[in-house]
């Protein structure tokens, strides 16, 4: 357990959260590995702190999250702090960080939609059990008359979700300067995921199922990488989605060249995989979305309702 009051003394200024969630005292979770693999909400009520740091900054931060339900939704606050380190050497993040809270309301009781809903650009999809959201359409795009666009035609901002040729940005990360937790700052300095957090779980060890990192905002789990399959073996989940075969169009129609991954539109859904168009499937009675090591990483469409609370 951590004494969060005094901990202060050597941080840098916190950010409260609201009133309601306001706590003395909370369990440590830094660099914590979880093993709950509920798909209720509910079941991971609590305070939660981290004491992490700014590499590059070299500043220390106090992470808050306090988790609290009632009957038909769980409020997650958090002050927008990781439980890990980040901000590495690798990483370029072109705005500072700044610990901003949040407040998301998850529905315990999730249902399957008769359609699923489309990813956008003006909501967090999910957040982790660490109070951090993940965004995974970026805003750049195939535009080589953009006024900033780089050598391959592509600009890094001012597209929306329905421009073609969205770039994907764990597969241009080096353009979008993430950390190695596959995350950067907004430019109000929020941190959020674009794919694996490299956090919460271990993707690596087949020894037993991933647990529940987080829930994406219509209410379903996100599950680990690791599931185990119908015959009884623990392995990675595979995505559904692959690489098209067909060149893309030559400009300015398109970028031109062999789908590689750095577009949204380089992929489809062939349903080869263990996953559904989501990027989800139902184990033991529970629906969830799963990490993958592929396209779409974590999802790719809500196939539940999407919480208005998630919008930014």
Not at 5 to 10: D, G, K, R, S
Not at 42 to 69: F, L, M, R
């Amino acid at each position: 357990m951590i004494r969060f009051l005094a901990a202060l003394a050597v941080l840098t200024a916190p950010v409260t959260l609201p009133a309601w969630a306001q706590q003395s005292q909370g369990t440590d979770i830094t660099n914590a590995i979880f093993k709950n693999r509920s798909g209720d909400c509910a079941d991971y009520i609590g305070d939660y702190t981290a004491t992490v740091e700014d590499i590059q900054k070299q500043t220390k931060y106090q992470s808050q999250v306090k988790i609290v339900a009632d009957d038909e939704t769980c409020t997650i606050a958090s002050n927008g702090t990781p439980n890990h380190d980040f901000n590495g050497a690798t990483a370029r993040f072109a705005n500072d960080f700044k610990p901003l809270v949040s407040e998301f309301q998850v529905p315990r009781n999730p249902q399957k939609a008769a359609k699923t809903t489309p990813l956008g650009q003006r909501a967090y999809n999910a957040v982790l059990f660490n109070g951090v959201p993940v965004d995974l359409l970026s805003a750049g795009c195939y535009r080589p008359n953009g006024p900033r666009a780089d050598k391959n035609g592509n600009v890094l901002a001012g597209c929306t979700a329905r421009d073609p040729w969205l770039i994907d940005p764990p597969s241009y990360d080096k353009y979008f300067g993430v950390d190695l937790h596959n995350a950067h700052t907004q430019p109000d300095g929020r941190y959020h995921y674009h794919s694996n957090p490299n956090a919460l779980f271990v993707d690596r060890e087949f020894t037993e199922p991933s647990p529940v990192i987080g829930f994406a905002s219509d209410g379903f789990p996100i599950f680990g990488s690791i599931f185990k399959d119908d015959s009884g073996k623990i392995r990675a989940a595979v995505s559904g989605y692959e690489l098209k075969t067909q060149d893309r169009p030559a400009p300015p129609n398109g970028p031109g060249g062999k789908p590689d991954g750095t577009y949204i539109d380089d992929y489809t859904f062939t349903g080869n995989g263990d996953l559904d168009e989501c990027n989800g499937m139902t184990v033991d009675g529970q629906y969830g979305y799963y990490i993958t090591s592929t396209y779409p990483w974590i999802m790719n469409c809500y196939a539940g309702t999407p919480n208005p609370s998630f919008q930014k």
